[in-house]
């Protein structure tokens, strides 16, 4: 009932809000921490491209986990609601899409990746990313979100601008809301693997 409430406030207030409140009390420089540079609008198209593809490769990764599990034992799947008219639709693109990839990117490629960057930019991208999967808190949506932190980071480096991130993120979870709106009325039915 209170889902989209939760997640609101675990992204402004748990995840967003310590990370600015960590960079004001040590005095870092916001804009160094967390790489405010412009993209370019083809650093935004191939970003938006490749995190549409890229998309496809993390929920074959996530499936191939669940597969596995299912081999071993019982893997229900817990699901998103799926949103059942334009109003839910638009909270979710909010609270799924938006939020996370704004306030997440703040903390992970932002923060974090800042701490670990001294220890090279590989390690700092393995890193990150691990914590990004993590983060997820399911082994059923680990490998997806591993990769996607890998590739996110990456941008971020390439870039040299934390708004890739955001694009890259916001793409790929806008695409997971709207396969469920596509999908509406598939995901009713019982879903047996």
């Known amino acids: 009932r209170y889902l989209y409430i939760i997640l609101g406030f675990i992204q402004l207030f748990i995840i967003l809000l310590p990370a600015l409140v960590f960079v004001r009390l040590q005095r870092f420089e916001p804009s160094v921490v967390f790489r405010f540079r412009k993209i370019t609008l083809s650093e935004a198209v191939l970003i938006a491209i490749m995190s549409v593809a890229s ?85 059923r949506n680990f490998l997806g979100p591993l990769f996607l932190g890998i590739l996110i980071a990456w941008y971020c480096k390439r870039t040299g601008s934390l708004f890739a991130g955001m694009l890259a993120h916001f793409t ?22």
Do not use: K
């Not at 938006?98 to 220890?119: Q, S, T, V």
């Open 55 to 139: 998309g496809f490769i993390a929920s074959f990764l996530n499936t191939l986990v669940v597969y596995i599990l299912g081999m071993t034992g019982s893997s229900a799947r817990d699901a998103l609601p799926v949103p059942g008219n334009t109003t839910e639709l638009c909270l979710q693109i909010v609270v799924i899409a938006l939020l996370p990839a704004f306030c997440e990117e703040f903390f992970f490629r932002g923060i974090l990746y800042n701490a670990f960057e001294g220890l090279g930019a590989v390690l700092a991208t393995v890193v990150t990313a691990l914590y990004f999967a993590l983060f997820h808190f399911d082994i």
């Open 172 to 193: 790929n979870n806008l695409l997971s809301v709207l396969a469920g709106w596509f999908s509406r009325d598939i995901a009713r039915e019982p879903l047996v693997l």
